[in-house]
């Protein structure tokens, strides 16, 4: 198998936060204990070298959370399964799409059947207020944040408003640059031909401050969930408690590498074969009837503690769930899993 690994910038390759993985040790675990053939184009320079890829090649490219860069590597990797469809890309688009995008997220999980938790996606909060339909108390979610940031538990009508006005906020800069625009843009737009009785609705319209939100339903009762890092068959796990009167467990650092119940690990195989994807990061709740909640998943650039600090993995041998215990190395199970993933599907 060929494989092109594409790290941006110098050498960065996402998969450790800012310090990124050692992309060589990946290579050379990929050549040496699975025989793939290994090649490193620079993603700067993948759009150029197009043409000497190998058919059905895989690329193993780098995402990052910068936004501006970010835009790139996707629009660049949309040209590439356009022009190239044979490749196998790894992240795929929709984990790619879903990087710092959880309202993606759950247009994704609705295209891929995944009902629980039921979510869904505005382009504005203020929409969310317009809704006649909503259930309280639910979740609702900012599109970008880790660690629970931007995330609230919405109790009722007028949480909802308070918290539309604090995102909503301008500050003295926006409000003035606002004036300013709305005085200019009458004038100097006037040769367009106007409809006079649309402009004032319009210009509020297309220049108000726009925040898109994820609302969730709110899953009550529970007392912590499991972060599940998935690398090809081996599932990494660590139970994380609640927030001392809070809901949210990300973040929480109430960290636990304990064995998690049968079900979270069965929905977490289940999720895996859904998504089919050769590595994954899960934010998975159990209530207390063990019905399994998926609240976020990241496919690309995701941290990986639950398996750099724990002591173990988990796997299915025998239609039963085993453990490994050791100490792991990243690179070595980046390597596994790309592996697995080719082998799996080819």
């Known amino acids: 198998m060929n494989i092109i690994i594409s790290p941006i910038f110098n050498q960065f390759f996402s998969g450790r936060i800012w310090m990124g993985l050692d992309y060589r040790l990946i290579q050379s675990e990929l050549e040496a204990k699975y025989n793939a053939k290994v090649e490193i184009i620079s993603f700067e320079k993948l759009k150029e070298s197009l043409s000497k890829i190998p058919e059905n090649?895989?690329?193993?490219?780098?995402?990052?959370?910068?936004?501006?860069?970010?835009?790139?590597i996707q629009d660049t990797v949309k040209y590439i399964?356009?022009?190239?469809?044979?490749?196998?890309?790894?992240?795929?688009?929709?984990?790619?799409?879903?990087?710092?995008?959880?309202?993606?997220?759950?247009?994704?999980?609705?295209?891929?059947?995944?009902?629980k938790v039921a979510?869904?996606?505005?382009?504005?909060?203020?929409?969310?207020?317009?809704?006649?339909?909503?259930?309280?108390?639910?979740?609702?979610?900012?599109?970008?944040?880790?660690?629970?940031?931007?995330?609230?538990?919405?109790?009722?009508?007028?949480?909802?408003?308070?918290?539309?006005?604090?995102?909503?906020?301008?500050?003295l800069k926006e409000k003035a640059a606002y004036v300013l625009n709305k005085?200019?843009?009458?004038k100097k737009d006037s040769n367009l031909a106007p409809v006079t009785h649309l402009l004032k609705q319009n210009f509020e319209d297309v220049f108000t401050k726009r925040i898109p939100v994820v609302v969730q339903d709110f899953v009550p009762g529970l007392e912590c969930d499991y972060k599940v890092l998935v690398f090809g068959d081996k599932y990494f796990v660590v139970k994380r408690g609640i927030r001392e009167n809070d809901f949210r467990a990300s973040g929480s650092g109430k960290l636990q590498w304990d064995v998690p119940p049968n079900e979270v690990l069965d929905y977490a195989k289940e999720l895996k074969k859904v998504f089919k994807v050769p590595y994954i990061s899960l934010d998975i709740g159990i209530d207390n009837v063990n019905n399994c909640y998926?609240?976020?998943?990241?496919?690309?650039?995701?941290?990986?503690?639950?398996?750099?600090?724990?002591d173990k993995f988990f796997y299915i041998e025998s239609d039963e769930w085993k453990i490994k215990e050791g100490k792991f190395n990243l690179e070595e199970e980046y390597a596994y899993a790309i592996n697995h993933f080719i082998n799996e599907n080819s």
């Open 294 to 310: 998926l609240f976020e998943f990241q496919g690309t650039a995701f941290g990986p503690a639950t398996l750099t600090a724990g």
């Open 57 to 72: 090649a895989v690329l193993f490219y780098s995402s990052v959370y910068n936004p501006e860069y970010l835009r790139f």
């Open 81 to 115: 399964a356009l022009k190239r469809p044979d490749i196998i890309l790894i992240p795929d688009e929709h984990q790619l799409n879903s990087l710092e995008n959880k309202g993606y997220q759950e247009l994704y999980k609705d295209l891929l059947g995944i009902e």
């Open 119 to 171: 979510g869904k996606y505005y382009g504005d909060i203020d929409e969310v207020i317009r809704e006649n339909n909503l259930v309280f108390p639910f979740v609702l979610k900012l599109l970008k944040g880790a660690l629970s940031s931007g995330v609230q538990l919405i109790k009722n009508e007028q949480e909802l408003e308070n918290f539309r006005d604090q995102v909503k906020k301008k500050s």
């Open 183 to 186: 005085r200019n843009s009458f």
